[in-house]
C-alpha cells in the first residue's frame, strides 16, 4: 500500500514554464514533507521540506503548498529550466519524539520532468 | 569531507549468493537508512538505524540483515539472494537541526540477480 501518492508520473515544460507536481496522503500522523531531486546514475538529494502547521514554503524558484484539510502538497518549479530536468520525489515522515529518534520516510513513486530549451 | 560513501558500485549475483553492501558517513550523522528502488516504486526503505547499536526494521525488510558497526558504518547483508533483490540501492544518514534535517544520500550500489 503506497503510503504518499504522486502525479502524475512524467511531465514535459518548456523553459520558462511552471512545473507542478502533486503528492496525496492519508495518515494524519505524518508532520514532515520533504522533495527530493535526483539525477540520473545518482542518489536522490533534499530540496526543500514543510511542517503543516504553514501552508507554503518557498526557496528561490521552488514552493510548496501544503493543504492539510485535503491533505495534499504539491512543488511549483517557477521558471522551469533545463537544469531542472530530473526525477522528483515526493515523501512524509511523522516523528513521535520530535525528530529526537530514527524515523521512516515514506517516498511517493516519482515524477520524471523534462525541461524542453 | 566525503559525505556518505556506498561499496560496491556494481555487483551481479547469482541466486543463493550472498553479499554485503558496505556504507560509511563522515558527518557525524546519527540516523543511517537503508533504502531500495525500484522503477515505478520510488524509495522504500529496508533498515534503519535511528542511533549506533539500534535498527528496525522497515517496508520492505524480508530477505536483509543490517549492522551498525559504529557511528559511522551501516551494512545490508543478504544472506540468499533473490532475483526479486535486484535493484538499486541507496544508505543515507541523517541529523535533525532544530524542525528541520540534514540528510545525504549515498551514490547507490546497483545489484543485479541472475
Known amino acids: 500500500q503506497q503510503q504518499v501518492k504522486q502525479s502524475p508520473q512524467s511531465l514535459i515544460v518548456q523553459k520558462g514554464g511552471i512545473s507542478i507536481i502533486n503528492c496525496a496522503y492519508e495518515?494524519?500522523?505524518?508532520?514532515?514533507f520533504p522533495w527530493y531531486q535526483q539525477f540520473p546514475g545518482k542518489g536522490p538529494a533534499l530540496l526543500i521540506a514543510?511542517?503543516?502547521?504553514?501552508s507554503e514554503k518557498k526557496e528561490g524558484r521552488f514552493t510548496i503548498s501544503f493543504n492539510k484539510s485535503a491533505k495534499q502538497f504539491s512543488l511549483h518549479i517557477m521558471d522551469s529550466q533545463p537544469g531542472d530536468s530530473a526525477t522528483y520525489f515526493c515523501?512524509?515522515?511523522?516523528?513521535?519524539?520530535?525528530?529526537?529518534?530514527?524515523?521512516?520516510?515514506?517516498f511517493g513513486t516519482g515524477t520524471s520532468l523534462t525541461v524542453i530549451p | 569531507n566525503a559525505g556518505v560513501t556506498q561499496t560496491p558500485k556494481f555487483q551481479v549475483l547469482k541466486t543463493g549468493q550472498s553479499m554485503t553492501l558496505q556504507c560509511a558517513q563522515d558527518?557525524?550523522?546519527?540516523?543511517m537508512y537503508w533504502y531500495r528502488q525500484d522503477p515505478g516504486m520510488g524509495l522504500r526503505l529496508i533498515y534503519y538505524s535511528a542511533s549506533e547499536g539500534t535498527t528496525d526494521k522497515g517496508e520492505v525488510p524480508n530477505g536483509y540483515n543490517v549492522s551498525r558497526l559504529n557511528k559511522r558504518e551501516f551494512s545490508l547483508r543478504l544472506e540468499s539472494a533473490a532475483p526479486s533483490q535486484t535493484s538499486v540501492y541507496f544508505c543515507?544518514?541523517?541529523?535533525?537541526?532544530?524542525?528541520?534535517?540534514?540528510?545525504?544520500f549515498g551514490p547507490g550500489t546497483r545489484l543485479t540477480v541472475t
Open positions: 515523501a512524509a515522515s511523522s516523528d513521535p519524539l520530535g525528530g529526537r529518534t530514527g524515523n521512516q520516510f515514506y
Open positions: 558527518m557525524n550523522h546519527n540516523s
Open positions: 495518515n494524519t500522523a505524518f508532520d514532515y
Open positions: 543515507a544518514s541523517l541529523r535533525w537541526q532544530g524542525s528541520s534535517y540534514e540528510q545525504y
Open positions: 514543510i511542517r503543516p502547521d504553514v
